[in-house]
């Protein structure tokens, strides 16, 4: 029963820590200070996270798009494949979409 009672005196010893530190205008001050800056390099990590998730998918989305024109070349030759060039179409607009959707989310 030791770690019992030395649980609860923790607990009571960081209830009056924590009364008597709010008390105190400086260490709340500190304490919203470091909140508010925790914030903001969130927020900005955040917004940076959906900026270089945007160009990726855009960097992909340019890829496929190369890849139908590649197939489209090759079907107006005689030797390609419609289905190849379709599926290559739909990849490049899908991820167009989410690198699209990705930067318009990061502007909110």
């Known amino acids: 029963?030791?770690?019992?009672?030395?649980?609860?005196?923790g607990r009571a010893l960081l209830r009056v820590a924590g009364r008597k530190t709010g008390e105190?205008?400086?260490?709340?001050?500190?304490?919203n200070a470091g909140s508010v800056t925790l914030r903001s390099i969130?927020?900005?990590?955040?917004v940076l996270w959906l900026e270089v998730t945007?160009?990726?998918f855009l960097v992909l989305a340019l890829v496929g798009a190369?890849?139908?024109?590649?197939?489209?070349?090759?079907?107006?030759?005689g030797n390609g494949s419609t289905?190849?060039?379709l599926?290559?179409?739909?990849?490049a607009l899908l991820f167009g979409y989410f690198g699209v959707s990705s930067f318009w989310r990061s502007r909110k």
């Open 1 to 9: 029963m030791p770690s019992r009672d030395l649980g609860t005196q």
């Open 54 to 56: 945007g160009l990726f």
């Open 83 to 85: 289905a190849k060039m």
């Open 66 to 77: 190369a890849a139908a024109a590649r197939e489209y070349h090759r079907h107006a030759a």
């Open 24 to 31: 105190n205008r400086w260490v709340r001050a500190f304490y």
């Open 87 to 91: 599926l290559a179409s739909a990849f």
């Open 42 to 46: 969130g927020r900005v990590l955040h």
